[in-house]
């Protein structure tokens, strides 16, 4: 059984800081891409940011030069750190992973549930 936990999310000001994480804990022999997506009420998911195996990170045009996606293999841990928050950053924070449970085995997406993060004054 593997599981994605999600922590950091919270209430910050305009022009604040978090610094979200996203940890797997399990059955797990290799992580590939993973990635963090949000969503606010009464819109669609959108992809935040993305991180291959080898650290190639891709961001959200809306969110380039203020979010930073990164991974500690070791600790089988993904963060997003969020710098210059804005209101429309607000959303739930969700993490994936596509990993394989065994040496062959099939590869496989898993999500974690959430974080909420607020920003408003």
């Known amino acids: 059984q593997v599981q994605l936990v999600e922590s950091g999310g919270g209430l910050v000001q305009p022009g604040g800081s978090l610094n979200l994480s996203c940890a797997a804990s399990?059955?797990?022999?290799?992580?590939?891409?993973m990635g963090w997506y949000r969503q606010a009420p009464g819109k669609l998911r959108e992809l935040v940011a993305s991180i291959t195996n080898d650290g190639r990170a891709n961001y959200a045009d809306s969110v380039k030069g203020r979010f930073t996606i990164s991974r500690d293999n070791a600790k089988n841990t993904m963060y997003l750190q969020m710098n210059s928050l804005k209101p429309e950053d607000t959303a739930v924070y969700r993490c994936?992973?596509?990993?394989?449970?065994?040496?062959?085995?099939?590869?496989?997406?898993?999500w974690g549930q959430g974080t909420q993060v607020t920003v408003s004054s």
């Open positions: 399990g059955s797990i022999f290799s992580i590939n891409a």
């Open positions: 994936n992973k596509y990993l394989r449970t065994a040496p062959m085995g099939v590869l496989r997406v898993y």
